[in-house]
């Protein structure tokens, strides 16, 4: 998996998926950051959804298991795609009520069947948790999560609920820009700074 995982860190920074900004930027959780990491357009490109169909599938090694779906933009994308890909049962939750009556909603899965939840990026979690619990009321079995980035600093991992595999972090995305000279000048240090914060 290290080549792999290698790969697509490259990419990630050749494809402008990860962005060190002077403006900084409000996340999800109120935190202003000059760094941000979105896999949204990369995947649109269909030869970064095939490596991270590789690399996924390089996880996966024969495990049986449902993909499950968080509420993102991204998430049932990659699990449809990886679903058609690996043959794989797939289970669809609607956290929103964004289309009438399916607020809560769960769809497909096998019951008793181990659930990996699928998103692009982790930063605190609390759409997957939410992805788990829905899932395991309508008797799906044990869930776990895949991503392609964790960017949650380390005190956050501790508690986390759910197991976590993630072939990349931020912490070794911004190590590697630095190291590659994608990073120079007031980058670099805005970089800096948010690898103090992930070290927390």
């Known amino acids: 998996m290290i080549a792999l995982a290698q790969a697509l860190m490259e990419r990630c920074w ?10 900084p930027i409000t996340l999800k959780s109120g935190r202003q950051s000059h760094v941000y990491v979105s896999l949204r357009h990369f995947v649109c490109e269909s030869a970064n959804l095939a490596l991270c169909g590789d690399v996924f599938g390089e996880w996966l090694e024969g495990r049986e298991l ?3 779906s968080v509420s ?6 990659l699990c449809g795609a990886f679903a ?3 043959d794989l049962p797939l289970a669809l939750f609607r956290a929103d009520a964004s289309e009438k009556g399916l ?3 769960v769809f497909g ?17 609390g759409t997957a948790v939410e992805a788990a619990r829905a899932f395991a009321e309508k008797g ?14 380390q005190s956050l991992r501790v508690h986390f609920p759910l197991p976590v595999a993630a072939p990349l972090n931020l912490g070794e995305l911004l190590r590697h820009g630095i190291k590659a000279g994608y990073l ?3 980058a670099l240090g805005f970089a800096e700074k948010e690898l103090a914060f992930l070290a927390d």
């Open 14 to 23: 050749e494809a402008g998926a990860v962005v060190v900004q002077n403006a």
């Open 66 to 68: 449902t993909l499950g």
């Open 72 to 77: 993102s933009l991204l998430s049932p994308v």
């Open 84 to 86: 058609g890909r690996f």
């Open 103 to 105: 607020s809560g909603q």
């Open 109 to 125: 899965g096998e019951k008793g069947g181990a659930v990996v939840l699928v998103d692009d990026v982790l930063s605190s979690g």
């Open 140 to 153: 799906l079995g044990k869930a776990s999560l895949f991503v392609f980035v964790d960017k949650r600093p």
């Open 184 to 186: 120079r000048g007031e």
